[in-house]
């Protein structure tokens, strides 16, 4: 049997393990002169025109986002249900309530039409995510805050280098955050990086990123140690000169896919839109866990499922919404199959994905 071909490969290279090594060597571990150049690095690369500041993880940037907007007990937050938990989660951390919308059909993105019917008295803020790292409808969905008197904060985890109108995702809300986890579009081990448009709002993330302290000892707010170590940092560092010509090859391969497969629903991309793929999701409206099964076993092609349970039938959210007023994310939940487009592919990857994928949809209509 052919090689298997995996649905994600992180890559990591000589340039990282030497800018680890040299971190290591310098004996300044936590965060420090790396993390600060990342920080500035990160905005610049994407074209943020605002400040980043760098944490542990992408969900704890969002926590502490979201609490430095004021988000606090029994607000509502308006999140997508199709989406993977950590969005959720941290709205409920908070002791916000995650008030579950639909997505669209042609994006799996959070639906404009549903956000605005899911509004009330007590929603303070709508939080899009850029599934797949294509970018959520961000014109109707900032109108709608305007509208409303509403905060926007974007989860961009997936959406490294993805734009709308030639606006970067990142730079539309009051903060937005880009997730660095191994398998994300780039890495820095374990990482999240947050876009912040306010200057208090970053004092405040700073401030709770750190046990409340801008002056040692002097705390002013109850924090959290959620720090970038200077470790990880000098891994993302590197990973920023890389990540260009990695989005490039998975444009590249998402169109081969694109052109090339028959019998299931591709991607589509709209108007305006960069799409950087960090998966590449087709629908299967029938069968989906058989087909995605036969692929591994007949083909040894991975596939992935993002996501197959909608949070609003996860145990912590049970009950707060109804599968028949979430049509759109029970369908998507059943039908999507993330296909491997990473940037480590080859041309014969590419045959063998497309060769599969068409001869299991047809066996299968
Ligand atoms: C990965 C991810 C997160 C969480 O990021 P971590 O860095 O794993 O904490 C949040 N939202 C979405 C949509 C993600 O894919």
Redesign the pocket.
């Given at each position: 049997m052919n090689e298997f071909i995996p649905p994600a490969k992180p890559l990591i290279g000589d340039e990282e393990r030497a800018a680890v090594d040299r971190v290591l060597r310098s004996g300044m571990l936590a965060q420090g002169p790396e993390v600060k150049a990342f920080e500035e690095e990160f905005s610049e690369h994407f074209n943020l025109g605002r400040a980043c500041v760098a944490v542990n993880?992408?969900?704890s940037g969002q926590h502490l986002g979201l609490l430095s907007s004021g988000v606090k007990a029994g607000d509502e937050v308006i999140v997508p249900s199709f989406?993977?938990a950590?969005?959720c989660n941290s709205v409920a951390l908070t002791g916000a309530v995650p008030v579950f919308a639909d997505i669209d059909a042609d994006d799996f993105c959070i639906s404009p039409a549903a956000i605005e019917a899911a509004i009330t008295e007590r929603t303070v803020g709508i939080m899009p995510?850029h599934l797949y790292g294509h970018p959520a409808k961000m014109n109707q969905i900032m109108a709608i805050a305007d509208k409303h008197g509403l905060q926007v904060y974007e989860?961009a985890?997936?959406a490294h280098g993805a734009s709308l109108g030639g606006t970067p995702v990142g730079a539309f809300g009051t903060f937005a955050m880009f997730?660095?986890?191994p398998t994300?579009n780039m890495t820095s081990g374990?990482g999240?990086m947050v876009s912040v448009a306010d200057a208090e709002v970053e004092r405040l993330m700073r401030l709770y990123r750190n046990q409340g302290m801008e002056k040692q000892y002097h705390n002013e707010v109850v924090g959290f140690n959620t720090r970038m170590t200077d470790i990880h940092a000098a891994i993302g560092r590197v990973q920023l000169t890389k990540v260009g010509a990695w989005t490039k090859a998975r444009q590249d391969n998402a169109a081969f896919l694109t052109a090339n497969l028959e019998g299931v629903t591709t991607p589509p991309v709209a108007e305006g839109a960069v799409h950087v793929y960090h998966q590449y999701t087709v629908r299967i409206p029938e069968g989906r866990d058989g087909f995605a099964a036969a692929l591994k076993e007949q083909y040894n092609v991975g596939s992935g499922m993002f996501y197959p349970v909608p949070n609003h039938q996860l145990k912590p959210f049970a009950g707060t919404a109804n599968d028949a007023d979430l049509p759109e994310t029970m369908k998507a939940a059943a039908e999507c199959l993330s296909l491997p487009v990473h940037p480590s592919l080859s041309q014969g990857d590419l045959e063998r994905i497309v060769e599969a994928v068409n001869a299991l949809a047809k066996a299968g209509a």
């Open positions: 993880s992408g969900t989406t993977f950590a969005t995510v989860d985890a997936q997730s660095l986890y994300k374990e999240g």
